[in-house]
């Protein structure tokens, strides 16, 4: 990751596109979403964009975030909404005309509703000649993965909600697939792949034969033109490290 960049894009849970703005400069940020929508046109041009201010340190302005939106349309992509973070972003989402996406303001309520009821824990100790009766505590099963036995194909979308995903075919090019823990395919990847959808930086994916148009962990992504030539077509997996994505041949 380029620190130096004014905006972080990652991808969230429906594959809808996330910019974090870190630096309210919009020519610097018009210019690095023109710059994403010439190298990946098919996966950028006229996508939906949710932009996050959390990054700042106070809400921008109506008339800049308005200069952003207009800067970001011109560079091919369609903002459709902010993502909830404070009053101040509700105020500006009221004036902009622009929905509060639903995922964010609800991760964010919840947040803030166990802030507000947490109540310090008081251990209670039994009589002296009285001991604790204790009810047995059973293992909760674990969840299996999600199986796609056919192929995933162009427009389909799979999710497998807090489990890893298992392809037993191909995911085709306009296809997605994610998956909150990991996802194994074991065919060709040609389309999207997003690992760790809700934030899980430990998923991996693993593919067979490797074409995909994207593939992200934890909202960190590359697209095929950021993809080496020697990875194409081979057996590959993808993890998190220190904040980089990385890509290596499967022996």
Known sequence: MDYAQAGELKFGQVGIANLR???????QLTAEMQDRVQRAPNL????A???DFGGLSQAPSAED???????L???????????????EIETLSQQLGLPLLAKFRAQYERTEATAATAAPVVEAKPAPDTQPTRAPQATPPAAPGLMQASPVRSGQQVY????????????GAGAEVLADGSIHIYGALRGRALAGAQGNEDARIFCREFHAELVAVAGHYKVLEDIPDQLLGKPVQVWLENGQLKLAALE
């Open 49 to 51: 964009v949710v932009l």
């Open 21 to 27: 703005v870190r630096t309210l400069n919009i020519v």
């Open 65 to 71: 975030a308005r200069r952003l939106i207009d800067g």
């Open 73 to 87: 349309r011109d560079a091919g992509v369609l903002p459709v909404a902010l993502a909830y973070g404070t009053k």
């Open 44 to 47: 950028f041009q006229r996508a």
């Open 160 to 171: 497998a909600d807090h489990r890893d995903l298992t392809v037993l075919s191909t995911v």
